[in-house]
């Protein structure tokens, strides 16, 4: 009978194990053991190093290690926010520093504060203050590296959602961006504590604190009495093992059970009855009036005006680049309009004075790319905001969240994680997250561009659901049987400007300016040559 490729695999593993298995055995029976355990571990001379080497040099080597540790991320971590700073000569100081530090040897920098320095200028650094200095300063600079890496690792749409739920700048950052970024940054974090371990011995090497024992120290010491063999050696290298290899295990402890917490769907979620409609009575309307926008020497926005009447939904449409997706960044201030104003009920989105944050909490938005946030389960995207910004008890934020999920029809979704779901899914979830948060607005940005067709429909009939509850929706769409059916205005866009606005069967089906007709014939009819456009 054929084996299968798995069967197949199976014997191979099967037979390399088997002949490693030999290999150890032969060495094992043709070894010298008496030989061996004279010159290479000898139990009753390393018996001699114990307790030393435990009291004073491993302790010693801790100590150079925590210092050097404590000192390099306190260092990595303004580094890092440094490079980050949106101020040129911030980003430019951290870069050099970084570039010299790692460029040059630590052992060059251990010889300038060991003995440069003192030479140079005549004073000499307490022992352990030139430790910590040394292997702090190399540390910095690889450790403001990865934190810089980690935290720009995390798409910035996770911090945009966090911010359109309300959430303030620290607040994205602690329960959104950084948990994230420290799953990313705890393995090279390991990495240079280990590193740190290891280079505690070049203040030995050195010659720098005389009668101070680390554990190469008091190897090397120990190695010179008659008939130690290397045995001592082995000894002192035992205990480096014995604090970088546990590291190297919680570590890998902490990656896989953050990967576990994504892969294993606890108890089943208890359904609840519908609700959550607490608040779309509350919808509020828009008005913008004479908004710019600019990219540099970019205008993508040129005096934009346009309503949404409370309970209406307005859909804007128009070509690639024509602004849609900054106007709507715009409404919620995520992007900053250079002049204009935009009203959401009473309150006035563009006053410099005005709370932002306060403002965000009542309109929800949805993104094209969902932005979920991949460490917390469904309902807990769904709760963090009700719980972070509106301070609801956990119990009543709870029943919020699945009251909407069961709305979205991903009630039993609820322990799932994001990457669990399908893209349809994920958008149903991110509506769910929106609504718990009881938006008087909701606004989406191409909330069905990045589904495959066959979900499309999923999240449409959720958005016709919220029209017809009375939601005042503002939608950037390319769904024009969606805009059609239900939008009660609108707005067609090209190059910066509202080219032509009006009820949603009108404009569609009738459309007046010829930029807005070339623009539905090529979307409607998308294999019609296209006339030039004017
Ligand atoms: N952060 C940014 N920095 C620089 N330019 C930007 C930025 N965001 C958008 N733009 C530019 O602004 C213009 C309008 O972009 P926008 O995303 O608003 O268009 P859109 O109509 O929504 O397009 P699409 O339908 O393709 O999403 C584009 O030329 C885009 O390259």
């Not at 389960?377 to 972070?388: P, S």
């Amino acid at each position: 009978m054929a084996m299968t490729m798995h069967q197949r695999a199976r014997l191979s593993r099967g037979v390399q194990y088997a002949v490693l298995i030999l290999v150890v055995l032969a060495l094992i029976a043709v070894a010298d053991w008496p030989l061996l355990v004279e010159k290479v571990f000898n139990p009753a001379i390393a018996a001699q190093q114990f307790p030393g080497i435990i009291v004073v040099a491993l302790k010693n080597t801790l100590i150079y290690t925590l210092l050097g540790f404590v000192v390099g991320l306190t260092g990595g971590v303004v580094l890092a926010l440094m490079k980050l700073s949106s101020v040129a000569p911030y980003r430019w100081l951290a870069t050099i520093y970084i570039e010299f530090f790692r460029g040059v040897p630590a052992l060059l920098v251990f010889l300038a504060f060991g003995y440069g320095i003192p030479l140079a200028f005549g004073f000499r650094f307490n022992h352990y203050v030139t430790v910590m200095i040394a292997l702090g300063l190399v540390a910095a600079a690889y450790i403001a590296e990865s934190l810089r890496a980690g935290l720009q690792a995390v798409p910035k749409g996770q911090y945009e959602a966090a911010r359109s739920l309300g959430m303030s700048h620290a607040r994205a950052m602690v329960t959104i961006v950084i948990p994230q970024a420290l799953r990313i940054v705890l393995p090279p974090l390991t990495n240079e504590v280990i590193l740190l371990t290891k280079d505690s011995s070049l203040v030995y090497l050195l010659g720098m604190g005389v009668g101070q024992y680390e554990l190469t120290k008091y190897g090397r010491e120990a190695i010179s009495g008659a008939g130690a063999g290397l045995t001592p050696l082995v000894v002192a290298g035992v205990c480096y093992l014995i604090i970088t290899v546990p590291l190297g295990i919680l570590t890998r402890r902490f990656e896989s059970k953050t990967d576990r917490m994504k892969n294993t769907a606890s108890s089943p979620t208890p359904r609840s009855g519908p609700g959550g409609a607490d608040g779309l009575a509350d919808a509020a309307s828009v008005v913008v009036e004479g908004l710019h926008k600019s990219y540099g020497s970019l205008e993508v926005l040129k005096g934009i005006s346009l309503s949404v009447g409370a309970g209406q939904v307005v859909c804007l449409i128009g070509p690639s680049g024509s602004g849609k997706s900054t106007l709507l960044r715009c409404v919620n201030l995520l992007e900053t309009p250079q002049q204009g104003r935009i009203t959401i009920g009473d309150f006035e989105v563009t006053d410099s004075e005005a709370d932002v944050d306060r403002m965000r909490r009542h309109v929800g938005m949805v993104f094209q790319q969902f932005n979920l946030f991949p460490h917390l389960n469904v309902l807990e995207n769904c709760t963090v905001a009700q719980l972070k910004v509106l301070k609801r008890d956990r119990a009543e934020a709870e029943r919020i969240a699945r009251g909407n999920l069961e709305r979205v029809g991903l009630a039993e979704k609820a322990d799932n994680y994001p990457d669990q779901l399908s893209g349809g899914q994920q958008q149903r979830v991110a509506i769910a997250r929106a609504l718990s948060m009881d938006p008087s607005l909701m606004l989406f940005d191409e909330p069905t561009s990045a589904l495959d067709p066959e979900t499309v429909g999923d999240v449409l009939a959720i958005m016709r659901n919220l029209a017809a509850e009375g939601m005042t929706m503002l939608v950037v769409t390319h769904e024009m049987e969606f805009a059609r059916d239900v939008a009660d205005k609108v707005v067609f866009m090209d190059g910066g400007v509202v080219v032509e606005e009006g009820p949603a069967a009108e404009v569609i089906r009738h459309p007046r300016e010829p930029r807005t007709q070339a623009f539905l014939s090529r979307v409607l009819n998308p294999t019609q040559v296209q006339a030039p456009e004017q």
